[in-house]
T-cell receptor, first 109, second 116 residues
Framework: RKEVEQDPGPFNVPEGATVAFNCTYS??????FFWYRQDCRKEPKLLMS???SGNEDGRFTAQLNRASQYISLLIRDSKLSDSATYLC??????????FGTGTRLKVLA | DTGVSQDPRHKITKRGQNVTFRCDPI?????LYWYRQTLGQGPEFLTYFQNEAQLEKSRLLSDRFSAERPKGSFSTLEIQRTEQGDSAMYLC??????????????FGEGSRLTVL
């Protein structure tokens, strides 16, 4: 079993739609959680950290479920510019970060 | 520009040749990471430095791979006797950490290696 698993997609959604991604992790001792965004042939960039209480940043909401060992990302009112690959990142220790394979999102006009 | 910089951005080499990549992290960052990414996959952890000490090395890093961070500033990743399977994007990232704190990774734009 992979340490961090994501559905690779692609998710093709119309503009304005709401889309949700899940990510599961295997190490119950994991301490830090993030969503990164990666555009084609570019480096990953932090989208948002994920906190135990859940957090929201504009149209983006991240949730953590420690009991079931998954994190989620919800994107509301999708924009064309949201088209990218979304990488789930889990920190099982004090410094090591494990990336999922990424979920591809394509927002269609 | 005070971000993470990597050099070269692109490298094409023949099988069997040695290649070296350089990473200059953000200046105040004490932690530096190397990742490898192939098409359709997420970045895979290769190795990690805290200051000049290499604290972890993935089993993905065969004996043909070596990384250094001699003065706790820039780092180099060398691949000896390259193989076609080494073709990938090599990403460097840095952050500042102490104790149990884990924060955002800042990535460079990557060094794309093609082995012919």
């Amino acid at each position: 079993r992979k340490e961090v698993e994501q559905d690779p997609g692609p998710f093709n959604v119309p503009e304005g739609a709401t889309v949700a991604f899940n990510c599961t992790y295997s190490n119950s001792a994991s301490q830090s959680f993030f969503w990164y965004r990666q555009d084609c042939r570019k480096e990953p960039k932090l989208l948002m950290s994920v906190y135990s209480s859940g957090n929201e940043d504009g149209r983006f909401t991240a949730q953590l479920n420690r009991a079931s060992q998954y994190i989620s990302l919800l994107i509301r009112d999708s924009k064309l510019s949201d088209s990218a690959t979304y990488l789930c990142v889990v920190g099982p220790g004090t410094y090591k970060y494990i990336f999922g394979t990424g979920t591809r999102l394509k927002v269609l006009a | 520009d005070t971000g993470v910089s990597q050099d070269p951005r692109h490298k094409i080499t023949k099988r069997g040749q040695n290649v070296t990549f350089r990473c200059d992290p953000i200046s105040e960052h004490n932690r530096l990471y190397w990742y490898r990414q192939t098409l359709g996959q997420g970045p895979e952890f290769l190795t990690y430095f805290q200051n000049e000490a290499q604290l972890e090395k993935s089993r993905l890093l065969s004996d043909r791979f070596s990384a250094e961070r001699p003065k706790g500033s820039f780092s180099t990743l060398e691949i000896q006797r390259t193989e076609q399977g080494d073709s990938a994007m090599y990403l460097c990232a840095s952050n500042h950490g102490s104790g149990g704190y884990t924060g955002e990774l800042f990535f460079g734009e990557g060094s794309r290696l093609t082995v012919l």
